[in-house]
Each structure stands twice: as structure tokens, then as C-alpha cells.
């Protein structure tokens, strides 16, 4: 043992943190060159610790340099490194430096302040940086974690450079304090220049399937899973069918009868909120304002011509109302499925086109009415009511469910989380640079979204994959219902929160008191603007700085652009972002659809899907067509055999685990920026109120609601 060196023969201390990314970790060579605020300069500094293997993914490590006394208060980084090992890509996430000591402007020398980038020899590398060889290896690391520890924990004073970059071979990159900077005023403008042409070489707009969300032409190193385990969709299929009680389930392939499926929940399966009460009308209800599906639901102002409801049909379910008196009072809510109307499904199968009529009652609930299930009026295709057959009305409601199923996973889900959200991804990487305030607010926001679209494309979206076997429309009808809705869909109302409400004529809380879906994601959206606003008035506090932007003008027209860009609708301002208003909701709109409308539409599944008769993704036979009473076996017929309820369990189960962190808790900082950081901290307070109030509520609550519970609500769409 030795005597430990003295924190006064120390001038600095660096942390680097390599990025917790696919293929990040290097073994090449990585130098340094510190620069102060008077544009002094350290020597060439060599990172490396003799005995450690420095730089491996997810990893920090710490550097002791000393003999570089003579610099002001650091403000820029240049790091570079060279080729040398097996591995030599890098990602690097953060550069931190403690600075012991320096030397104000007066006290500094003319010579003093004259740049010195001479390369040191390979002793004075072991010098400057230091090896720790005096105390023993195993002391030494926890020393450095104990100083790790307190830097992070804000006890020692830090200078921080983000990086958040592939480091490429031989070229030098020069990192600044905080690293948030607009490009008028970015002293680096050859840089953050090839910068943006490499990443416009990596993210390129793919048309694949013409009348859907663009794509990215091919998944960057940057997006790749940290853990590819995490993620092996068909390695944990295969992992859960193989238990034993699903084996003995599968020596048969048809359900004897309804109560024979809760011998399948067991183990990894809990049994799916779901099953309970599924019969019942007032559930029904229930899941058009706090199901898998729960923007689709709009007040009835008038009943369609071809949805021929007469107050002999309904006068019984609305507590004495005439029809036109419960249309007037805005106590009738519709949900019309047209979009869905001679849609061409995998295999022949069929998806109704269906109409359902529902009576919002003063106790909170909202039950259903009527229900048609074709478009056109005829005998073969009756208005289905409360008081016909139970079996029969539970088959009406069943094949409705099976409609809204489509709907749901072709668009509330796929469309327009996913793949609208990659399409804005692309466009913000193809336009803003890595050190642009508005790239650091939305970075933490799409997080393996490219990753899991990838996979999905690959697993459940291939013929014969997950869709074509669980739904009964099949990729096919997938895609076809999502190009219709596409060419309609609009990010200043289907995207932003308060005019859908507002459009779908549902914002008022004393007809819906339990629109959960509402309610939640309203606070939430609130919140968000708070966030945004302030962050965003911080960067641009005179309309000069948002005028003479050029890569945020660039970004409005790779959103909007229908041929060299995304080509989506209604981007506020028309992607010009003349207004900061215009801005700000584009960036809300963006950051909530990759959190509260993804995990409003995901995290569900589970519970909605995995007891087929509640809500099924895949129905066979033919639709009733007339009210003859049915029995518990006409219902079984219709419903998917054990092998596809297996499937369905088990990747619902799946995809309604969580992949990332809760909102605000950001998995990867971007956001070092002294008013950015407060802001993030209001941001986080906020939520942490709302997340109080749902939780307070849902203890009053048979069945809670907590999907947008805001610790429940990822960051980014990552599963």
C-alpha cells in the first residue's frame, strides 16, 4: 500500500459515460484537449487506466489528470480517438469534469494563456492520467465510485458536455457546456453540418406501403435494442407455451364451455380485469371511455338515416325519455364504425361495419342501447337491444367488440402511435442536430420506438405472424384500414387532445363522469404544455431567435412535406413556425402521442384481450342475422379456439409490460441546460401530483384505472 495522492496534485477529474447502446463500447484510443473560457488549452490528454478496461457499454469511468494547472473555468471539450482495437465504435452519453482549481484572468500570464497541444510521451500518459497504481486495484475503484457517487449527486460543483454521439475515428469533435445551443448562434458550424448530412444518410424516409405513415428506410445502429433478450417477443412465446398446464390445455383444441377458460389463468397469467363483469352492459359502456379504444366515442347529435332507431326500439332504456329529448339533453353517444365497410380480411373472414347507440345514465354509467351491425338497413340485419335473447344480444356485442378490435390495433395503436410517431422521429433527425435545444426535448420521447417498429414489422406484422392469426382481418385488412383513415388524419385534431374532445363533442364531465381516457390524459396534456411552454420560451425569447432558426424551419417542412418529408396533416402553422405557439403544440402533440396515446392504447391489451368473450380479436362463423335465441354453445363456436387464445395471452401479456421508465423519468439525460433542468423538475412535480389524485381515486374504484396513472405511462414507445 502506498500513501494516496493528495486532491491537490489533482487539477481535474473526468467522467465519461458510454452510452448503454448496442455495439458502444470501444477499445480504441481516446484523447482530449481541455479548452477554458479564454480559449487556453490543455495538452493532448490520453483517457486510459493501465489496469481497466475503459469505455465498455453502459460504463463510467473516471480520469485523474494532473499537471494542467494553468486554465480558466473550462467551457469546451475536444475529443477525438483513433482506430485502434477490436472494437472501436463509441457512444458517448456525457463528459463531466470537476475542475480543483484555476487561475482567474489576472493571474494568468500571456504565456500562460498560449494554447499547448503537444502529444505527450508514453510515461507522461501515465502521469497525466492517472493509473491509481499506488493503492490497490480493488480500493481504488471505490474510491472512484465514491467520487462518481457524489458528482452525480450534485455534492462537488460539475461542468457538464453532453455528447449523446457516435464518436467517428480521426475527426474531432468540439463539445460544449451544456451542449444546447440554436445553429444561428453554434459556434460549430462545419460540424453540427456533417453532423446533420451523416444523419441524413442514416435516416432516410421509406414509402414501403404507399398510403400509410412513412417509415425509416432501414434501422440505424443508434435505435438497436441495448438488450436484445428484453425484447424476443417469440423467445418468450415459445417459453410460456412451453409450461405444463398449457401443454394438457392444448390436448384438445375447442373450449368445452365458457368457465373452462379460467383453468388457463394461472402462473405468469392473472386473471384479466376483463373477465370480470364482461357480461354486463354497463362494461360494455365502460370500454368505449376507459378501454383499449377510447377516442372513438362522440355524442349523437343526430341518429344516421341508415341506423333506423325509433322510440318504440329504445323508449324502454332511457329512463323515459323520448329519443329526440335524450338527443337534445346530450344524453346519447355514438360510436359508427363505416370506415370498416366492405373491408377485404385474411382468409374470406369478415369484420362488421357496425353502429352502436349508447345512453349516458346520472349514476355515471353508459350503457349500450342498440347496435346494427351492417351499414345498411334490411331484415337480415336488425338493431340488436338490451332486452332481446341474452345470448343473442351478447353475440351483437361480441362481433361489435371484434369491430372496434380492428380499429384499435390498425389505428389507435399501430398507426397512429407507432408509425406516426416514427415519422416524426425521422423528420427530427433529419432536420436537427444532436445539440439543438428542441432535439434534447423530444430525444428521450423515442427511445427504441425504431427498434420495436422494426421487430413488429419482422414478428407480428409478417404473413402468417401474430396478426394474421389472432385477428380476424389479417395484416391485409390491417393495412386497408389504416390507409382509409390515413388520408383523413390530422395532427391539430387527432393529435391534440383538447380539439379532438372538442370535435367528438365529449368534454363535458357532468354527461361522461367516467371517461377516465378523458380525464387522465387531460391532466397529463396539461402538464405537458406547462413543460414545453416553458422550456420552449426559454430558447426563444424573442421572435428573432425563432425566425432566424433555420434547422427548426427545416423540421416543419420535413414534417409536412408529402414528398421528401413525412407528408403529415395539419402540423400546426403549416410546419412553418412563423408563431411559438405553433411550435409548442407540435411538440406537445408529438411527446403526447409517445406516451399517453401509446400507453392508453397498449397497456390494456392484457386485460381487454386475453379473455376472448370480452373482447375478441378473432370471431368466426357467420354474423347473426336475425334475433333467434342462442345458447352458451352458439357463443363458444364463435370464439377462437384454445391454440389462438393462447397466442392471443400470451403476446397481449407481453406487450403490456412496460419497456421504459415513467413519464419525466428519462432513461437517457439530454436536458443539462440550468432552466431546462428546472423545468424538468416543475415537470416531474406536476406529475407526481396527478399520479396522487388518480391514485386516491382509484381506491374508491371496483376496477381502477391506472394506464395513465403518469408513473405508469412510459416515455417513449418501446414496446
Known amino acids: 500500500m502506498g500513501v494516496a495522492l493528495s486532491k491537490k496534485s489533482i487539477?481535474?477529474?473526468?467522467?465519461?459515460?458510454?452510452?448503454?447502446?448496442?455495439?458502444?463500447?470501444?477499445?480504441?484510443?481516446?484523447?482530449?484537449?481541455?479548452?477554458?473560457?479564454?480559449?487556453?488549452?490543455?495538452?493532448?490528454?490520453?483517457?486510459?487506466?493501465?489496469?481497466?478496461?475503459?469505455?465498455?457499454?453502459?460504463?463510467?469511468?473516471?480520469?485523474?489528470?494532473?499537471?494542467?494547472?494553468?486554465?480558466?473555468?473550462i467551457r469546451s471539450i475536444q475529443l477525438w480517438r483513433d482506430k485502434k482495437g477490436i472494437g472501436d465504435d463509441w457512444f458517448v452519453e456525457t463528459i463531466k469534469i470537476k475542475q480543483y482549481a484555476m487561475k482567474s484572468n489576472s493571474e494568468k500570464s500571456e504565456k500562460e494563456k498560449t494554447p499547448?497541444?503537444?502529444?505527450?510521451?508514453?510515461?507522461?500518459?501515465?502521469?497525466?492520467?492517472?493509473?491509481?497504481?499506488?493503492?490497490?486495484?480493488?480500493?481504488?475503484?471505490?474510491?472512484?465510485k465514491k467520487i462518481i457517487n457524489n458528482i452525480h449527486s450534485g455534492l462537488d460543483p460539475i461542468l457538464v458536455f453532453p455528447c449523446n454521439r457516435w464518436i467517428e475515428p480521426n475527426r474531432k469533435y468540439l463539445l460544449l457546456q451544456y451542449d444546447s445551443v440554436l445553429p444561428q448562434f453554434d459556434p460549430r458550424k462545419i460540424q453540427r453540418s456533417w453532423e446533420l448530412d451523416e444523419k441524413k444518410t442514416k435516416y432516410m424516409f421509406a414509402d414501403s406501403i404507399p398510403g400509410i405513415p412513412k417509415g425509416v428506410k432501414t434501422c440505424p445502429v443508434e435505435e438497436h435494442f441495448s438488450n436484445d433478450y428484453k425484447w424476443?417477443?417469440?423467445?418468450?412465446?415459445?417459453?410460456?407455451?412451453?409450461?405444463?398446464?398449457?401443454?394438457?390445455?392444448?390436448?384438445?383444441?375447442?373450449?368445452?364451455?365458457?368457465?373452462?377458460?379460467?383453468?388457463?389463468?394461472?402462473?405468469?397469467?392473472?386473471?384479466?380485469?376483463?373477465?370480470?363483469?364482461?357480461?354486463s352492459d354497463a362494461s360494455f359502456g365502460q370500454q368505449r371511455l376507459r378501454g383499449c379504444n377510447p377516442t372513438l366515442i362522440q355524442l349523437c347529435t343526430e341518429i344516421p338515416e341508415n341506423f333506423p332507431v325509433t322510440d318504440d326500439l329504445v323508449e324502454p332504456f332511457l329512463d323515459g325519455l323520448k329519443l329526440e329529448e335524450a338527443v337534445s339533453g346530450k344524453e346519447l353517444y355514438i360510436v359508427n364504425l363505416?370506415?370498416?365497410e366492405n373491408l377485404t380480411c385474411k382468409d374470406s373472414r369478415f369484420v362488421c361495419p357496425a353502429m352502436a347507440l349508447f345512453?349516458?345514465?346520472?349514476?355515471?354509467?353508459?350503457?349500450?342501447?342498440?347496435?346494427?351491425?351492417?351499414?345498411?338497413?334490411?331484415?337480415?340485419?336488425?338493431?340488436?337491444?338490451?332486452?332481446d335473447p341474452p345470448y343473442t344480444w351478447m353475440l351483437a356485442k361480441?362481433?361489435?367488440?371484434?369491430?372496434?378490435?380492428?380499429?384499435?390495433?390498425?389505428?389507435?395503436?399501430?398507426?397512429?402511435?407507432?408509425?406516426?410517431?416514427?415519422?416524426?422521429?425521422?423528420?427530427?433527425?433529419?432536420?436537427?442536430?444532436?445539440?439543438h435545444p428542441v432535439f434534447r426535448l423530444l430525444a428521450p420521447h423515442f427511445l427504441y420506438l425504431i427498434a420495436i417498429n422494426n421487430l413488429a414489422v419482422q414478428k407480428l406484422l409478417a404473413p402468417d405472424g401474430w396478426i394474421d392469426v389472432t385477428m380476424t382481418m389479417g395484416v391485409c385488412g390491417l393495412f386497408e384500414i389504416l390507409k382509409r383513415t390515413w388520408k383523413n388524419w390530422r395532427l391539430d385534431v387527432d393529435g391534440w387532445l383538447p380539439k379532438d374532445l372538442e370535435v367528438r363533442g365529449v368534454g363535458d364531465t357532468s354527461s361522461l363522469p367516467s371517461y377516465m381516457y378523458r380525464d387522465d390524459s387531460l391532466m397529463i396534456h396539461n402538464a405537458l404544455?406547462?413543460?414545453?411552454?416553458?422550456?420552449?420560451?426559454?430558447?426563444?425569447?424573442?421572435?428573432?431567435?425563432?425566425?432566424?432558426?433555420?434547422?427548426i424551419k427545416a423540421f416543419g417542412a420535413a414534417l409536412t412535406d408529402e414528398v421528401y418529408g413525412a407528408g403529415i396533416k395539419g402540423v400546426f402553422g403549416d410546419g412553418k413556425f412563423e408563431k411559438l405557439d405553433d411550435l409548442i403544440k407540435t411538440i406537445v402533440s408529438i411527446i403526447f402521442l409517445s406516451s399517453v396515446g401509446h400507453a392508453a392504447a397498449n397497456f390494456c391489451q392484457y386485460d381487454e384481450y386475453a379473455f376472448p368473450p370480452n373482447y375478441p380479436a378473432q370471431l368466426s362463423g357467420k354474423i347473426p342475422t336475425n334475433k333467434t335465441a342462442l345458447t352458451e354453445q352458439d357463443i363458444i363456436y364463435h370464439l377462437p379456439n384454445k391454440d389462438t387464445t393462447l397466442n392471443i395471452m400470451v403476446v397481449t401479456k407481453i406487450l403490456?409490460?412496460?419497456?421504459?421508465?415513467?413519464?419525466?423519468?428519462?432513461?437517457?439525460?439530454?436536458?443539462?441546460?440550468?432552466?431546462?433542468?428546472?423545468?424538468?423538475?416543475?415537470?416531474?412535480?406536476?406529475?407526481?401530483?396527478?399520479?396522487?389524485?388518480?391514485?386516491?381515486?382509484?381506491?374508491?374504484?371496483?376496477?381502477?384505472?391506472?394506464?395513465?396513472?403518469?408513473?405508469?405511462?412510459?416515455?417513449?414507445?418501446?414496446?
Open 11 to 73: 487539477d481535474f477529474e473526468i467522467i465519461i459515460k458510454t452510452g448503454d447502446v448496442k455495439g458502444a463500447g470501444t477499445d480504441s484510443n481516446v484523447y482530449c484537449v481541455l479548452i477554458d473560457e479564454n480559449e487556453g488549452k490543455s495538452r493532448d490528454l490520453l483517457l486510459d487506466v493501465r489496469w481497466r478496461n475503459d469505455f465498455e457499454k453502459g460504463s463510467v469511468d473516471l480520469f485523474k489528470i494532473r499537471n494542467v494547472p494553468n486554465l480558466g473555468k
Open 116 to 144: 499547448n497541444n503537444c502529444i505527450c510521451n508514453e510515461d507522461e500518459k501515465q502521469n497525466i492520467v492517472n493509473n491509481n497504481n499506488i493503492d490497490s486495484e480493488e480500493k481504488t475503484i471505490e474510491k472512484n
Open 232 to 279: 424476443d417477443i417469440v423467445g418468450k412465446k415459445v417459453k410460456f407455451l412451453a409450461q405444463k398446464k398449457f401443454t394438457k390445455l392444448l390436448t384438445t383444441n375447442k373450449w368445452s364451455n365458457l368457465d373452462d377458460m379460467l383453468d388457463v389463468y394461472k402462473g405468469s397469467f392473472g386473471i384479466p380485469y376483463g373477465y370480470y363483469n364482461w357480461k
Open 338 to 340: 363505416k370506415i370498416l
Open 359 to 387: 345512453h349516458a345514465k346520472k349514476n355515471g354509467d353508459l350503457l349500450p342501447i342498440a347496435i346494427q351491425l351492417q351499414q345498411t338497413p334490411s331484415e337480415d340485419n336488425p338493431i340488436f337491444l338490451p332486452n
Open 398 to 435: 361480441m362481433y361489435f367488440n371484434n369491430a372496434d378490435c380492428a380499429l384499435h390495433q390498425a389505428c389507435t395503436h399501430l398507426g397512429f402511435t407507432h408509425l406516426v410517431v416514427e415519422s416524426m422521429c425521422v423528420a427530427v433527425h433529419r432536420s436537427l442536430s444532436p445539440s
Open 529 to 551: 404544455v406547462d413543460y414545453v411552454t416553458e422550456i420552449l420560451t426559454n430558447i426563444y425569447d424573442t421572435p428573432e431567435k425563432l425566425n432566424g432558426d433555420f434547422e
Open 656 to 719: 403490456s409490460d412496460r419497456g421504459t421508465n415513467g413519464l419525466g423519468d428519462f432513461e437517457v439525460q439530454y436536458q443539462y441546460e440550468p432552466k431546462a433542468v428546472e423545468a424538468v423538475e416543475r415537470f416531474r412535480t406536476e406529475l407526481k401530483e396527478i399520479s396522487a389524485k388518480i391514485k386516491e381515486r382509484n381506491k374508491t374504484m371496483t376496477v381502477p384505472y391506472s394506464y395513465l396513472d403518469p408513473e405508469e405511462v412510459p416515455n417513449a414507445i418501446s414496446i
